[in-house]
Every structure is written in structure tokens, then in C-alpha cells.
């Protein structure tokens, strides 16, 4: 029995040894492995910080948070992006190595620009263990004012929008630039502070005016941080006389009077009263004797 249970000790003892040699072989392989890994995983990321900040020097009032961040790589999203803008600090991204593009907008009242260690298209390159920060910055658009005048012949008339020129005051005085030569898209663009202002065309050469988009029907429009635009409308009246001197284009090409048909009405009326009037007091009138010799 003794010699049985020393036997059977030793076997134990064997097996525990060739256990612990065992965990040992694969703790000493799988260790460097491990921080391998992890090293090359740890140094091949980077950090990008991303500081939004807003210039309202034109009566805008959006914060950085209104702002929207985008960062892409190979033109997709990465996780997390869009996300809202943020001032200092700013949002914080940790990214693989690589090129990505950082953006914001376009937006209708707002342009931005990018800088620090973006470039102005918004590139930046990350290399690992870098520590690099992009500048956004969104500045509110002066108000600005875009007309946009089209001309209607569908009566037979010839003028273009360059024959009208458009005008645009502030109470009585014209802005600076008015009174300007109409045109077509993309029209005329007048740069203004944010108030009423009030369009109008210097000679209508009897065409029929009208307004569309952000001006009433009287052409008055109120300018606010970016765009406003207004259409101006002219038609040819219904009746033209060619050959009598008025409403020719701008050169004296062309030239044509314009006839208001609505006069019409007032013209027979006029007639018709000189008739009853001729009549009734045609024997007071002085009476002319011809003499003959």
C-alpha cells in the first residue's frame, strides 16, 4: 500500500507540472500577442478635435450648435457624424489613421469657412498618435437683394428686360447702385442693410407691371440675413400702333406707342358729350361770313 500511494503522489505531481509548463508556454506566447495588438491598435488611432464658433455681424443671431458636422472618409459619414456643432472645447473623435473631409452647410443665411489643421476644402490628413484640431466658422450673409426682371410679348411687343431700369429705394432716397438696367436671371444684386425697401421701374413704356416672390404687389420688400428675391413682371399691352415715336427700345430701334385699351371707354364718352355740346350751343357760336369780292 505505501509503495502504491507514492506512485500515485508522483503521477499527481507529474501532471501538475506538465499543467503549470503548459499554462506557461501559452501565457508567455499569448502575452506578446496580446500587446501587440493592443500596442498596434493603440498607435495606429488618433485624435481629432472639431471648434465651432459663429460671427453674427450682419444681424444673425445662430449659435455654434446650429451650425451641423460633418466628418467623412471615402465620402461617407463615420460613426457619429452629422452631429451638432460646438464651441471650445468642440466635439472629440477618435479616428484610425487616414484623410478625412470636415464640413458644415451650405446654408441660406450663414457661409462658413475652415481652418487650423483643415484645409479651406476641409481635408485633413491624421497620421497615428496625432493630436490635430479644424476650425469652422459660420458668419451670418449680408442682407442682399437679387431682381429679377421678365418681359412678357405676347401682344407683339419687342422691348427686352435691358430696355427698363429698375430702382430701389429706402424711404425717398435710392440705395447705392439704383437705379440700374433690368435683367434676366440671375438678375441684379444690391448688397443692403436689414430694413423696407421699396422696388420699382423708372419707365414702364405703358407694360403692364406686376411683382412676384419676396415682394408685395407694391414692390415693397424687407430684407433680412441673406437672400431676398423679387420678380418683376412687364407685358406688352394689348394694342400697339406702330410708327408713331414712344416706347421704342433703348437704341430708337423698334419704336411703337403703346395704347392702353382701358382708355377707350373714357375716349367714346368724350366724343359723345362734344356732340351733345355742339349741338345744344352750335347757334351761339360766332358765325364766320366769307366776302366774296
Known amino acids: 500500500e505505501f509503495d502504491y500511494f507514492v506512485k ?28 501587440l495588438f493592443v500596442s498596434s491598435t493603440v498607435a495606429s488611432a488618433a485624435n481629432l478635435r472639431i471648434v465651432t464658433s459663429t460671427i453674427n455681424d450682419n444681424g444673425g443671431n445662430w449659435n455654434p450648435s446650429d451650425l451641423s458636422i460633418n466628418v467623412k472618409r471615402f465620402g461617407s459619414d463615420i460613426s457619429g457624424s452629422p452631429l451638432p456643432g460646438s464651441k471650445d472645447p468642440g466635439n472629440f473623435f477618435t479616428l484610425d489613421a487616414g484623410t478625412y473631409t470636415i464640413s458644415s452647410g451650405p446654408y441660406e443665411k450663414y457661409f462658413t469657412s475652415l481652418g487650423g489643421d483643415c484645409d479651406s476644402d476641409g481635408n485633413v490628413t491624421l497620421l497615428a498618435s496625432d493630436e490635430k484640431t479644424c476650425l469652422i466658422t459660420g458668419n451670418d450673409r ?64 405703358s407694360y403692364t407691371l406686376s411683382f412676384q416672390g419676396d415682394c408685395d404687389s407694391s414692390g415693397n420688400v424687407t430684407t433680412t440675413v441673406g437672400d431676398k428675391t423679387c420678380l418683376i413682371n412687364l407685358n406688352d399691352p394689348d394694342v400697339l400702333v406702330p410708327g408713331l415715336p414712344e416706347a421704342g427700345g433703348s437704341d430708337g430701334a423698334n419704336k411703337q406707342v403703346c395704347i392702353d385699351t382701358n382708355i377707350f371707354p373714357w375716349i367714346i364718352s368724350g366724343l359723345f358729350l362734344f356732340v351733345i ?4 350751343f352750335k347757334d351761339r357760336l360766332p358765325q364766320i361770313k366769307i366776302i366774296k369780292k
Do not use: H
Open 8 to 35: 500515485k503522489d508522483t503521477l499527481i505531481s507529474m501532471n501538475n507540472r506538465r499543467s503549470i509548463f503548459i499554462r506557461r508556454i501559452l501565457l508567455f506566447t499569448l502575452l506578446p500577442v496580446l500587446f
Open 142 to 205: 449680408p442682407a442682399r437683394l437679387i431682381l429679377i426682371t421678365q418681359v412678357t410679348n405676347d401682344n407683339g411687343g419687342k422691348l427686352t428686360p435691358s430696355d427698363f431700369s429698375n430702382r430701389v429705394t429706402i424711404g425717398e432716397a435710392d440705395v447705392a447702385g439704383s437705379p440700374t438696367p433690368s435683367s434676366d436671371s440671375p438678375g441684379t444684386i444690391f448688397s443692403l442693410s436689414m430694413g423696407t425697401f421699396n422696388v420699382s421701374v423708372e419707365n414702364t413704356r
Open 277 to 280: 355740346f355742339y349741338n345744344l
